[in-house]
């Protein structure tokens, strides 16, 4: 009888190492900035690696990953567990799905600036329960920050992506 040939599902290992590296990089950033990454004020400069879903969306594992690594740190851990992680998986898919046949690059991380900085009604409402922080009060400052770090990582990520071809390097 002839040998059958059986079908192997290869596992493309360049995606998971990128966003290993992604999620490392993240973490890096936000810990050693962590007198401004925690909390109801705070410029998490590691945001701007949001960006990345702009040049493939095969990035947001990395992303994520580097949010649910970061927040083991965090002061608010039971919160941020949940809704640190939900706002940056939430708004994330959002932007993908959004910005998916769009060609314009500014265009596409004005999208996601915009995403990030209403989404952060929910880190608000984090901090309403763990601070009993007024709700708007949480709102402001936690979206000037975010919305901050977004638009001086707008120039950056752009000229990274000259250098790094962001959208080619994730690809197995």
């Known amino acids: ?7 192997t599902k290869k596992i493309k290992t360049k995606p998971l190492f990128i966003n290993a590296i992604i999620s490392t990089i993240y973490v890096v950033l936000t810990l050693s900035l962590a007198f401004i990454s925690y909390g109801a004020v705070q410029f998490r400069v590691a945001e701007m690696l949001n960006y990345l879903v702009v040049f493939n969306k095969k990035y947001i594992p990395g992303i994520v990953g580097g ?11 039971q ?13 994330l898919i ?34 309403l329960l763990a601070f009993d922080l007024p709700f708007w009060a949480g709102y402001v400052s936690v979206a000037v920050g975010e919305v901050t770090v977004l638009l001086i990582g707008m120039p950056i990520m752009v000229a990274l ?3 790094i071809h962001f959208s080619e390097r994730i690809e197995g």
């Open 1 to 7: 009888t002839p040998q059958k040939k059986t079908k």
């Open 67 to 77: 949010v649910v690594i970061s927040n083991l740190w965090s002061p608010m851990i």
């Open 94 to 127: 959002i932007a993908a799905l959004i910005i998916k046949n769009m060609k314009n690059i500014w265009l596409k991380m004005t999208i996601v600036l915009i995403i990030f900085g209403l989404s952060s009604a929910l880190i608000a409402w984090e901090l």
């Open 161 to 163: 992506d000259k250098k």
């Open 79 to 91: 919160y941020d567990m949940i809704f640190g992680v939900g706002q940056s998986l939430l708004s």
